[in-house]
């Protein structure tokens, strides 16, 4: 290096911890073993030299931009970052124009699109050709579910890889590794420590920024315990990005707020939410699961109340259509709870991945010829409505196997009366099944 690069060079220590941090090979990324092993996905991939194209689907800071770097590395391709939030379709034009001349020269593309969720349909659908003929290999990141955001053909050319948030040993690697690197310790307790992995919430670049901002404080400082690492952080929030707390943490207070049947909580992390920036189609999504994952059959309506306010939010947009969200929120909040569906269907999914290919009783199969007739297809079926209780008791789980429980409602809402229900209909069921006891002399 001569002087004058010397004197121009940018010294290391002047980026951003997470910068510096940056993984140089695939296998200093933590926390995606699933996706990096040599028997995993990617890894695979890169045992065969043949890297097809792919979205990454994960939260923030859990290494989606490092590990497409770092697969344009290993296969040799040309990396081309993309950001869709600030590219349109110019850019777009010449990446690919740029892409096919190092084609032509036989030199692959990678093109990494940061955000790619926010592209819309029409830029998404310029993709294909390119992705179709390998101009480029296309890798896409993306913190929003592909099926609701990405074209169906888009997806269909891409196979979509799920990133986890990073767990504690993770998130412990990467603090050890800032220690190293600074050659200091994080000037904490142990319980501070173990609440500085937790704020960070799986969040490996938001752990460097907080670890960065408590090196920063004076050489000497005494290990800080809880409440003074809270009081270091509250003082330096603002220095933060906020749409990380506001993508994954204030969704969770609103869920957790409705489930808790607090409407008031409910409105304030919702308005947080919106007043935040966040999508609200993505709150419209998020509180149709919750209807049907929370409240099911407790409250039947509560799923059309949470896609009433999805429809009318499309219709009117915002900030009109936000009412409609709150209100469906207020009814979610405030309407009895029950996941008596949502883990009979857990139950009933495990039974039939177990079960296997076991065929239906004859006596409830159609029989549109007369070879499925005399086979005995829906021979001695009792058609419900027309019996004397209007309800048959017969058995409809496949020949050989024991009768099952699977949805058990709770005493809340609606379930109260379906409560009654089934056991009306296990009384009659027991009923039936009785033997006759009366003799044919009596």
């Not at 990494?112 to 101009?135: C, K, M, W």
């Not at 992995?197 to 960065?212: F, P």
């Not at 994954?248 to 049947?261: E, P, T």
């Amino acid at each position: 290096m001569t002087d004058q690069d010397s004197l121009f060079a940018v010294p290391d220590d002047s980026r951003p911890l997470a910068d510096r941090l940056r993984p140089a090979a695939l296998d200093e990324v933590v926390g995606q073993d699933h996706l990096l092993a040599p028997d995993a996905p990617l890894g695979r991939m890169i045992a065969q030299g043949r890297l097809s194209s792919i979205v990454l689907w994960g939260p923030p800071g859990c290494g989606k931009t490092t590990i497409a770097r770092l697969l344009a590395e290993r296969t040799g391709l040309e990396f081309a970052p993309l950001s869709a939030t600030f590219s349109g379709v110019a850019d777009l034009r010449k990446v690919f124009v740029a892409a096919q001349k190092r084609r032509e020269v036989g030199r692959g593309t990678l093109l990494f699109v940061d955000e790619i969720h926010r592209f819309n349909r029409a830029q998404q659908d310029s993709f294909l050709p390119y992705v179709e003929d390998g101009t480029i290999v296309l890798v896409g990141a993306t913190t929003e579910n592909p099926s609701f955001e990405l074209n169906g053909a888009l997806l269909s050319r891409c196979q979509v890889l799920v990133l986890r948030r990073l767990d504690e040993p993770a998130l412990r690697q990467l603090l050890t590794r800032a220690e190293r690197a600074t050659g200091r310790k994080v000037p904490l307790d142990a319980q501070a420590t173990e609440s500085l992995l937790a704020l960070a919430d799986g969040d490996g670049r938001y752990l460097l920024n907080l670890i960065e901002q408590l090196l920063a404080l004076p050489t000497g400082t005494a290990p800080l315990d809880v409440a003074g690492l809270a009081d270091t952080v509250q003082r330096r929030a603002p220095q933060y990005d906020k749409s990380q707390e506001g993508h994954y943490n204030l969704i969770s207070a609103l869920h957790k707020a409705m489930r808790g049947s607090d409407p008031d909580a409910a409105l304030y992390w919702l308005a947080r939410m919106l007043d935040g920036g966040e999508d609200p189609l993505f709150i419209a999504r998020r509180i149709v699961r919750f209807a049907s994952e929370d409240i099911g059959m407790a409250d039947p309506a509560a799923v059309h109340q949470a896609l009433a306010a999805w429809d009318v939010y499309e219709r009117l947009g915002s900030p009109e259509g936000e009412l409609a969200i709150a209100q469906a929120v207020v009814y979610l909040a405030t309407a009895p709870k029950s996941i008596g569906v949502y883990r009979g269907f857990n139950k009933a999914t495990a039974a039939a991945k177990k079960t296997g290919s076991l065929s239906p009783p004859a006596h409830i199969l159609n029989a549109p010829t007369r070879l499925m007739k005399d086979l005995g297809y829906g021979k001695g079926y009792r058609y419900d409505p027309d019996t004397a209780d209007g309800f048959s008791g017969a058995d409809y789980f496949p020949d050989g196997m024991d009768r099952q429980t699977y949805y058990e409602p709770t005493g809340f809402g609606f379930e109260r009366t379906i409560t009654e229900r089934l056991r009306h209909w296990a009384r009659l069921r027991e009923a039936a099944a009785e033997p006759d006891t009366e003799s044919d002399g009596e």
